[in-house]
């Protein structure tokens, strides 16, 4: 059955989903990570893009992501058009990587960002990794160099984090520092071992 051992990993943009996967890849998980994914795709379609979007967007058969989001945050319809392109190919490679740990029989982590927007993975597992909307953009604005304005577009691109809170089974708690991320990732570790005993960790 298509993912019976998969638990989703979710959260909105920069909330801090790559830092608890670190974490989790200490304790052996295996993590299928749909934004590597979809840098993947993107740089093999690379031509597709260009006939999209515009040669300027690609370089050297590279992708150039940052340059292509101030275009997708900014308008609509030309979003919907590479998801258009890229949600099928992702979704294809998730169920490949997937079909190889349940062959496994143990828990394992997908990394979806966009998990409750697009609803097209039948898991009912999801943890959400949680900070505020103003951690959110405080965090952009330092990370990437955006301006506010830059990083409420992203942030308004996706469902609210305080309503995927709402919607999660699990909670990680990401408002604090890197000690208390782990003592979070630790009581999911435990509560990952309490629903599969049979794992060790």
């Known amino acids: 059955m298509e993912f019976q051992n998969a638990i989703v990993l979710t959260g909105g943009i920069a909330t801090g989903k790559s830092s608890v ?18 840098h993947t795709m993107l740089d093999r379609n690379a031509d597709k893009i260009a006939a999209l979007f515009g040669s300027e967007f690609v370089s050297q058969g590279k992708v150039d992501r940052k340059k292509l989001g101030t275009v997708i945050f900014s308008d609509e319809k030309a979003r919907v058009q590479l998801e258009g392109l890229l949600h099928p190919l992702i979704k294809e490679e998730i169920l ?3 079909a190889l740990c349940e062959a496994k029989e143990i828990p394992y982590i997908v990394d979806i960002p966009l998990f409750y927007e697009k609803s097209n ?49 699990f909670v990680i ?29």
């Open 21 to 38: 996967c670190s974490l989790l890849n200490l304790y052996g998980f295996k993590i299928i990570d749909a934004d590597k994914i979809a």
């Open 96 to 98: 490949s990587q997937s």
């Open 121 to 169: 993975y039948p898991i009912d597992e999801v943890a959400v990794v949680y900070c505020t909307p103003q951690q959110q953009i405080a965090r952009l604005v330092e990370r990437e160099g955006y301006s506010e304005e830059e990083a409420q577009k992203r942030i308004d691109a996706q469902m609210p984090i305080d309503a995927k809170r709402e919607k999660a089974s």
């Open 173 to 201: 708690d990401n408002t604090q520092d890197l000690k208390h991320l782990q003592k979070e990732v630790d009581r999911f570790t435990g509560y990952i071992k309490q629903k599969y005993p049979a794992i060790k960790l």
